[in-house]
Nanobody
Framework: QLQASGGGLVQAGGSLRLSCAAP????????MGWFRQAPGKEREFVAS????????YYADSVKGRFTISRDNAKNTVYLQMNNLTPEDTAVYYC??????????????????WGKGTQVTVSS
């Protein structure tokens, strides 16, 4: 139901923009979030956004470098990632939930997950 795309291989300091679309279903009234899982580590919160786009949360590790946004008309949420470092290497997942963007900060409130997209940052 959710399809993430935009991952790839990039050098440190580079940028990528991830997209998460929901063809055939509307999530315009759902909080949306991005999460990531590096090899050997647990899945962690990256960023979340309220259904209106007016409230956003970020993990401390990405603040100032990543920007989450959404276009409800296109049923799509984005994650602009700048100044990438090798520590950002992970599989990135998008999720939607009927709860709040704040709940996603503590890994709660996700009802739907997309398949991940690999982001690899070389040093």
């Amino acid at each position: 139901q959710l399809q993430a795309s935009g991952g790839g291989l990039v050098q440190a300091g580079g940028s990528l923009r991830l997209s998460c679309a929901a063809p055939g279903r509307t999530f315009s009234r759902s909080a949306m979030g991005w999460f990531r899982q590096a090899p050997g580590k647990e899945r962690e919160f990256v960023a979340s956004i309220s259904w209106s786009g007016g409230v956003k949360y970020y993990a401390d590790s990405v603040k100032g470098r990543f920007t989450i946004s959404r276009d409800n008309a296109k049923n799509t949420v984005y994650l602009q990632m700048n100044n990438l470092t090798p520590e950002d290497t992970a599989v990135y997942y998008c999720a939607a939930g009927e709860s709040t963007a704040q709940a996603m900060v503590t890994m709660g409130g996700m009802d739907y997950w997309g398949k991940g997209t690999q982001v690899t940052v070389s040093s």
